[in-house]
Protein backbone atom coordinates (compact mmCIF):
# COMPACT_ATOMS: atom_id res chain seq x y z
CA UNK A 1 0.00 0.00 0.00
CA UNK A 2 2.57 2.37 0.78
CA UNK A 3 4.27 1.25 -2.44
CA UNK A 4 1.49 2.47 -4.00
CA UNK A 5 0.90 5.44 -2.29
CA UNK A 6 4.30 6.39 -3.15
CA UNK A 7 3.90 5.83 -6.86
CA UNK A 8 1.12 8.21 -6.77
CA UNK A 9 2.90 10.84 -5.12
CA UNK A 10 5.77 10.54 -7.40
CA UNK A 11 3.55 10.54 -10.73
CA UNK A 12 1.70 13.69 -9.03
CA UNK A 13 4.77 15.72 -8.75
CA UNK A 14 5.22 18.75 -11.70
CA UNK A 15 8.79 19.82 -10.49
CA UNK A 16 11.98 19.01 -9.79
CA UNK A 17 15.47 20.20 -9.15
CA UNK A 18 18.77 19.31 -11.23
CA UNK A 19 22.46 20.85 -10.28
CA UNK A 20 25.20 20.91 -12.84
CA UNK A 21 28.33 21.66 -11.18
CA UNK A 22 30.96 23.15 -13.36
CA UNK A 23 35.01 23.60 -13.75
CA UNK A 24 36.51 26.17 -16.26
CA UNK A 25 33.16 26.06 -17.91
CA UNK A 26 32.50 22.48 -18.47
CA UNK A 27 29.84 20.33 -16.72
CA UNK A 28 31.73 17.63 -13.99
CA UNK A 29 28.48 16.15 -12.81
CA UNK A 30 24.92 16.57 -12.86
CA UNK A 31 22.18 15.52 -9.91
CA UNK A 32 18.83 15.11 -11.00
CA UNK A 33 16.29 15.14 -7.67
CA UNK A 34 13.39 12.65 -6.52
CA UNK A 35 11.05 14.47 -8.50
CA UNK A 36 12.34 13.39 -12.18
CA UNK A 37 10.59 10.11 -12.58
CA UNK A 38 7.07 11.78 -11.90
CA UNK A 39 8.44 14.10 -14.77
CA UNK A 40 10.56 11.99 -17.16
CA UNK A 41 9.97 8.33 -16.01
CA UNK A 42 13.64 7.84 -15.68
CA UNK A 43 15.02 7.87 -11.95
CA UNK A 44 17.52 9.87 -10.59
CA UNK A 45 19.87 6.96 -11.19
CA UNK A 46 18.96 6.51 -14.78
CA UNK A 47 20.18 9.84 -15.66
CA UNK A 48 23.53 8.87 -13.43
CA UNK A 49 23.89 5.85 -15.62
CA UNK A 50 23.76 7.76 -18.59
CA UNK A 51 24.83 11.56 -18.54
CA UNK A 52 23.69 12.21 -22.11
CA UNK A 53 20.12 11.08 -21.26
CA UNK A 54 18.97 14.51 -20.53
CA UNK A 55 19.68 15.86 -23.73
CA UNK A 56 18.55 12.30 -25.64
CA UNK A 57 15.13 12.94 -23.91
CA UNK A 58 14.80 16.53 -25.80
CA UNK A 59 12.60 16.01 -28.86
CA UNK A 60 14.41 16.33 -31.53
CA UNK A 61 12.59 19.97 -32.92
CA UNK A 62 13.76 21.86 -29.78
CA UNK A 63 16.99 19.66 -29.57
CA UNK A 64 18.99 22.27 -30.75
CA UNK A 65 18.13 25.46 -28.73
CA UNK A 66 18.36 23.71 -25.75
CA UNK A 67 22.36 23.12 -26.79
CA UNK A 68 22.53 26.68 -27.38
CA UNK A 69 20.54 27.77 -23.85
CA UNK A 70 23.29 25.29 -22.45
CA UNK A 71 25.99 26.82 -23.81
CA UNK A 72 25.01 30.00 -22.76
CA UNK A 73 24.36 29.08 -19.19
CA UNK A 74 28.12 27.33 -19.28
CA UNK A 75 29.76 30.65 -20.71
CA UNK A 76 28.69 32.09 -17.51
CA UNK A 77 26.11 33.98 -18.92
CA UNK A 78 22.76 34.82 -17.04
CA UNK A 79 19.67 33.39 -19.54
CA UNK A 80 15.96 33.01 -19.49
CA UNK A 81 14.10 30.08 -18.48
CA UNK A 82 13.25 27.98 -21.92
CA UNK A 83 10.10 25.62 -22.65
CA UNK A 84 10.69 22.81 -24.96
CA UNK A 85 9.27 18.85 -25.64
CA UNK A 86 10.71 16.12 -24.14
CA UNK A 87 10.05 12.24 -24.90
CA UNK A 88 9.52 10.32 -21.57
CA UNK A 89 10.57 6.97 -20.87
CA UNK A 90 6.54 5.68 -21.86
CA UNK A 91 7.22 7.44 -25.31
CA UNK A 92 4.83 10.29 -23.81
CA UNK A 93 5.81 13.69 -24.91
CA UNK A 94 5.26 16.66 -22.46
CA UNK A 95 6.38 20.44 -22.10
CA UNK A 96 8.89 21.51 -19.36
CA UNK A 97 10.14 24.72 -18.61
CA UNK A 98 13.73 24.72 -17.73
CA UNK A 99 14.03 27.98 -15.34
CA UNK A 100 18.11 28.32 -14.36
CA UNK A 101 19.95 29.29 -11.63
CA UNK A 102 23.58 30.14 -11.58
CA UNK A 103 25.88 30.27 -8.90
CA UNK A 104 29.23 31.92 -8.92
CA UNK A 105 32.58 32.00 -6.97
CA UNK A 106 34.22 34.90 -5.50
CA UNK A 107 35.91 35.68 -8.75
CA UNK A 108 32.73 36.06 -11.00
CA UNK A 109 33.66 32.23 -11.90
CA UNK A 110 30.50 29.72 -12.88
CA UNK A 111 30.65 27.03 -10.50
CA UNK A 112 27.09 25.53 -10.44
CA UNK A 113 23.98 25.80 -11.67
CA UNK A 114 20.46 24.47 -10.53
CA UNK A 115 17.46 23.81 -12.75
CA UNK A 116 14.20 24.46 -11.74
CA UNK A 117 11.76 21.92 -14.30
CA UNK A 118 8.25 22.08 -14.61
CA UNK A 119 6.10 20.23 -16.44
CA UNK A 120 3.94 22.55 -18.63
CA UNK A 121 2.12 20.32 -20.39
CA UNK A 122 -1.66 20.85 -19.44
CA UNK A 123 -1.07 24.71 -19.30
CA UNK A 124 0.41 24.49 -22.88
CA UNK A 125 -2.05 22.25 -24.39
CA UNK A 126 -4.88 24.83 -23.11
CA UNK A 127 -3.14 27.70 -24.06
CA UNK A 128 -2.83 25.94 -27.77
CA UNK A 129 -6.87 25.28 -27.41
CA UNK A 130 -7.53 28.85 -26.82
CA UNK A 131 -5.26 29.93 -29.41
CA UNK A 132 -7.02 27.51 -32.02
CA UNK A 133 -10.13 28.98 -30.95
CA UNK A 134 -9.28 32.45 -31.22
CA UNK A 135 -8.15 31.83 -34.88
CA UNK A 136 -11.06 30.23 -35.82
CA UNK A 137 -13.27 32.96 -34.44
CA UNK A 138 -11.15 35.32 -36.55
CA UNK A 139 -12.08 33.42 -39.40
CA UNK A 140 -15.67 32.91 -39.01
CA UNK A 141 -16.04 36.99 -37.87
CA UNK A 142 -14.00 37.99 -40.98
CA UNK A 143 -16.24 35.43 -43.10
CA UNK A 144 -19.42 37.27 -42.43
CA UNK A 145 -20.62 39.40 -45.76
CA UNK A 146 -22.50 41.86 -43.54
CA UNK A 147 -20.09 44.66 -41.45
CA UNK A 148 -19.79 44.24 -37.84
CA UNK A 149 -18.17 45.97 -35.40
CA UNK A 150 -17.10 46.04 -32.03
CA UNK A 151 -17.20 48.89 -29.69
CA UNK A 152 -15.87 49.26 -25.48
CA UNK A 153 -17.50 50.71 -23.11
CA UNK A 154 -16.91 54.73 -24.36
CA UNK A 155 -18.02 53.00 -28.20
CA UNK A 156 -14.64 53.47 -29.64
CA UNK A 157 -14.52 50.90 -31.83
CA UNK A 158 -11.96 48.03 -30.86
CA UNK A 159 -12.62 45.14 -33.65
CA UNK A 160 -14.11 45.43 -37.43
CA UNK A 161 -14.43 42.44 -39.93
CA UNK A 162 -13.62 42.82 -43.46
CA UNK A 163 -17.10 43.99 -44.36
CA UNK A 164 -16.96 47.02 -42.38
CA UNK A 165 -13.26 47.85 -43.58
CA UNK A 166 -14.59 47.89 -46.91
CA UNK A 167 -18.20 49.15 -46.02
CA UNK A 168 -16.08 52.44 -44.40
CA UNK A 169 -13.47 52.57 -47.05
CA UNK A 170 -10.81 52.57 -44.53
CA UNK A 171 -7.63 50.81 -42.97
CA UNK A 172 -8.00 49.17 -39.93
CA UNK A 173 -5.35 51.15 -38.51
CA UNK A 174 -7.50 54.17 -39.45
CA UNK A 175 -10.76 52.81 -38.02
CA UNK A 176 -9.56 51.17 -34.62
CA UNK A 177 -9.97 53.33 -31.71
CA UNK A 178 -12.82 55.78 -33.71
CA UNK A 179 -15.73 56.30 -32.12
Known sequence: ESE????????????YIYTVKVENGSPVSTSHGYGCEGITG?????FDANPFLWLQIIHERDREAVKKHAETILSGKKESPIEHR?????????????TPVLHYDEHGNLTAYDGLISDITESKI????????????ETTFDAIKDPIFIHDKKF???????AYQMAAGMA??????RS
Open 4 to 15: SRYKYLIDSVTD
Open 42 to 46: FTSDG
Open 86 to 98: IICKDGRIKWIRN
Open 126 to 137: AWDAVEKAKKEW
Open 156 to 162: NLVRVNK
Open 172 to 177: FNEIIG
